[in-house]
């Protein structure tokens, strides 16, 4: 296939695209850690449920949808498998007689624990590629960057 110099040029411009340079980047990470949590039986998604967990617990399952940034379909799979494997239960919430509440159980903490430690292995191999100040750096303009397209974070700066 012959390529011609302004589909070269065309390339390199989307390629430099910061939206592009965030894809790969993210891309990368999620493949790299799904390698790390695949002998422990887990997608990434699975994982970051039982993170949310961790820190939110009794949430309900749309809560936790919100949380890992999923559709509430999605997680409904995800936490369907992850209490059928005995990693999570289910309670039902005494104000709401529709809400069930999602804990880790004791099986479930056990594992996150040694998953969360390969799974930050792969995050200590990104961060040493920066220096403090550069992560630092780094956090704030990926914070600015999820800002900017954040529709009600738009809204809101529209109105101020």
Avoid: W
């Avoid at 039986?41 to 940034?69: E, I, K």
């Amino acid at each position: 296939m012959a390529t011609g110099k302004a589909d070269v040029a065309r390339q390199r411009e989307i390629n430099e695209r910061v939206s592009t340079l965030l894809q790969h980047a993210s891309s990368e990470m999620v493949a790299r850690k799904a390698e790390s949590l695949a002998p422990f039986d887990l997608t990434v998604t699975q994982y970051t449920a039982l993170l949310m967990l961790r820190c939110n617990p009794g949430v309900s399952s749309a809560q936790l949808a919100r949380l890992c940034r999923v559709t509430p379909q999605s997680m409904s799979v995800v936490t369907a498998a992850l209490e059928r494997r005995g990693l999570t239960e289910r309670m039902p919430v005494p104000i709401y007689a529709r809400i069930m509440a999602l804990t880790l159980t004791r099986k479930g903490n056990a594992l996150l624990a040694k998953a969360d430690a390969a799974a930050r292995r792969v995050d200590e191999r990104y961060e040493a590629e920066f220096s403090a100040e550069e992560l630092a750096t780094l956090r704030e303009l990926l914070r600015r960057a999820r800002a900017a397209v954040d529709d009600s974070a738009a809204v809101d700066r529209a109105a101020s």
